[in-house]
């Protein structure tokens, strides 16, 4: 066997974190559920947290980048197969020749050394670059890398094991645009707001180190590293520790198939990473099914473990899976999935979620008892595509494909998951897209009216709230937030933001040049571009002012029209939270029925006879219905009170209502 490409040993004897902590705190049960006392609900006041540990380490053992052996000793580890020598430099210091140890990799390990102390290695005696592996770049990816030691980080949230997946309101924040600063310190100043608002778990966009000083985060080329734009990995850490004291859960949006087009050193010193074999968007792919694939598998493994452990973070969301390409058997997503469970699932809740255009319902699998052995649950683009083309009417680009009858697409994915399930996709050429999923649980899907994606991957980055009248936002957003499956929000939405979320990054010179014209040329396509003056208003995603449009104004949630929509977030919320969530085991069928174009009737049958219904109409005329659905009215877009119904057999324009039917209640 090629030395070079054997399985690495490291990874099962050092992908286990290093946890610290006083011997009698140590906790030997499995990760609590809602019914056990352990559960904790969340914490509303910081004071009421109580830690049963103190003083608690967690490093992630890694055999890449610099590893803190003792309080001043490090080791080093560089895998260069290309080079022909390597030295390490730290400081000032003179360069230090590193041992070949062979198959590529080189070592070096050093005493004293201290922590904060900047290091870079030489290849060949002409190039030096910072540690792929860095847990730390302050000076931006180009420079050198800072050692970091985990143990220096003192935990409090031994007694946090998670939240269990069902009981997800996920909140997506791009760290940067959130707060005035910018900053992991100033999202820690807005956790009471949102614990309050009603969500249960925060999702960052990508943190890892990016070129220049603002980016969508999808660029990034030092995967181990917190963005120094940002903050420092203390930061981060305090940022989580501190949503955890707030009963909230924290999860990362990681990029594993690709790496972005500047600062990314591995083409120059170990090629290998890459490969031919598969191309993706952005060139040639990942390499995680050819030679030297496993140490490369292994490189991103370790980096889910690392977040997960050092940081303590409660899931990930993988960017973009159906750009990974890997004809392996297990393919990477599976094998990854498999160390992080074997790893960390005994007892704690850990959420690991895909974006994945090719609906690949298989990830998403079951056990006979209902726990999830893959990955946790998918976002659903059918969901907001079909619910988009109803609201406005918008029929290109992947839109086509729900345009023909969007409120049947809506319908399956209420009901079923995903709307394309095998089908053919006219977008896609004719191609079939997506796998069975009507045999998954509801919290299975991520549901969204808005992200990140499908707002700045329009021209001008347009919000939802300035393109659709207030009635049928209302009416989309009561049937997101009281739909089984779990919603997603985009920071600001709840007060009906209007500030837009272009896309944006830090590039300069011809890349930035190619960036700007490139995006351009992409919106040429479509109907509303053919005017070359029209395209030139595009906003140049790398100008510094694209960003700061970006930027949430919270002094606009005072005015009375975002005091409303806020009231109404708040209000579903804690109605899901209190009412539907407790439901959510129950469910064993579902089904809907199409009332027009525009309206549909989906229900969930509940365990005896129960049954959990919504009726909406995204339409702007009223509709006729034979008959209301079972059981009382919880909950309606036109009285919030939940006491009264609307007029017998008609459904109004721009309306959604929630009704349950108890189990206990006659047929």
Request: charged share 20%; proline share 7%; glycine share 8%.
């Amino acid at each position: 066997m090629d030395k070079s490409n054997r399985p690495n040993p490291l990874l099962e004897q050092t992908g286990k974190c290093n946890i610290t902590t006083p011997v009698q705190h140590q906790s030997k049960t499995n990760r609590p559920t809602r019914n056990q006392p352990a559960y904790r609900p969340p914490i509303n006041n910081e004071r009421d947290w109580d830690p049963v540990r103190t003083d608690m380490k967690r490093q992630h053992r890694m055999p890449f980048g610099a590893e803190f052996m003792t309080e001043d000793t490090v080791r080093f580890n560089f895998w260069a197969p290309t080079a022909r020598r390597v030295e390490l430099l730290i400081d000032n210091d003179r360069p230090r020749p590193m041992q070949a140890i062979g198959g590529g990799w080189y070592e070096q390990t050093c005493q004293p050394v201290l922590a904060d102390s900047r290091y870079s290695f030489q290849i060949d005696d002409d190039m030096r670059v910072p540690d792929p592996a860095s847990r730390y770049n302050p000076d931006d990816v180009h420079a050198a890398s800072q050692l970091i030691d985990p143990a220096a980080f003192d935990w409090c949230d031994g007694e946090w094991h998670g939240r269990p997946w069902e009981e997800a309101v996920i909140y997506e924040i791009h760290t940067g645009a959130f707060t005035p600063q910018g900053t992991f310190s100033a999202i820690e100043q807005k956790l009471g707001y949102l614990a309050d608002l009603g969500v249960t778990g925060i999702e960052l966009m990508p943190v890892a180190g990016f070129p220049g000083r603002c980016n969508w985060g999808y660029d990034g080329v030092l995967l181990f590293a917190p963005d120094s734009t940002y903050g420092t990995p203390d930061d981060l850490k305090r940022l989580v520790q501190s949503a955890h004291r707030h009963g909230l859960m924290v999860l990362l949006d990681v990029v594993y198939n690709h790496f972005g087009p500047e600062g990314n050193y591995l083409h120059c010193y170990a090629p290998q990473f890459f490969t031919d074999r598969h191309q993706t968007p952005w060139g040639r792919a990942i390499n995680f099914d050819g030679e030297y694939s496993r140490i490369i598998r292994d490189f991103f493994i370790h980096n889910a473990l690392y977040w997960l452990e050092e940081y303590h973070f409660d899931g990930l969301r993988v960017d973009a899976v159906h750009a990974i390409m890997d004809d392996s058997q297990p393919d990477f997503l599976e094998e990854l999935a498999q160390q992080v469970h074997a790893t960390l699932g005994a007892n704690r809740h850990i959420h690991l979620i895909l974006e994945n255009d090719h609906n690949a319902a298989h990830y998403l699998q079951r056990n006979r008892s209902g726990e999830c052995t893959g990955f946790t649950a998918q976002w659903n683009d059918d969901a907001h595509h079909a619910c988009h083309v109803l609201l406005t009417g918008e029929r290109d680009g992947y839109y086509a494909d729900y345009a023909d009858n969007p409120i049947l697409h809506l319908g399956r994915c209420l009901t079923e998951g995903f709307a394309y399930q095998g089908e053919v996709s006219i977008y896609r050429h004719g191609t079939p897209r997506g796998e069975p999923s009507a045999h998954l649980p509801a919290s299975a899907f991520v549901w969204f009216l808005q992200n990140h994606d499908q707002i700045g991957n329009r021209a001008f980055g347009e919000r939802l709230a300035t393109q659709v009248p207030p009635e049928a936002l209302r009416a989309a957003v009561i049937l997101l937030l009281l739909s089984p499956s779990v919603p997603l929000l985009f920071m600001g939405e709840e007060w009906g933001a209007r500030e837009p979320f272009p896309f944006f990054c830090g590039f300069t010179g011809e890349l930035a040049q190619a960036v700007t014209t490139g995006r351009r040329r992409e919106f040429a396509q479509f109907s509303g571009f053919h005017d070359p003056h029209r395209l030139q208003e595009i906003p140049d995603p790398c100008d510094a002012s694209t960003f700061l449009l970006a930027k949430l104004n919270w002094q606009t949630q005072n005015d009375p029209p975002h005091r409303a929509w806020l009231m109404l977030y708040r209000t579903l919320l804690a109605l899901r939270l209190q009412t539907i969530v407790p439901l959510l085991p129950d469910i064993t069928g579902s089904s809907f029925e199409i009332l027009t174009s525009h309206a549909l009737q989906a229900a969930w049958q509940l365990t005896g006879h129960g049954k959990l219904t919504i009726t909406v109409n995204l339409g702007d005329v009223p509709v006729k219905i034979s008959h209301l659905p079972p059981g009382r009215l919880l909950f309606s877009s036109h009285d919030q009170s939940g006491q009264s119904n609307p007029a017998p057999g008609m459904l109004p324009a721009f309306s959604a209502a929630l009704y349950l039917k108890d189990s206990h209640e006659s047929r």
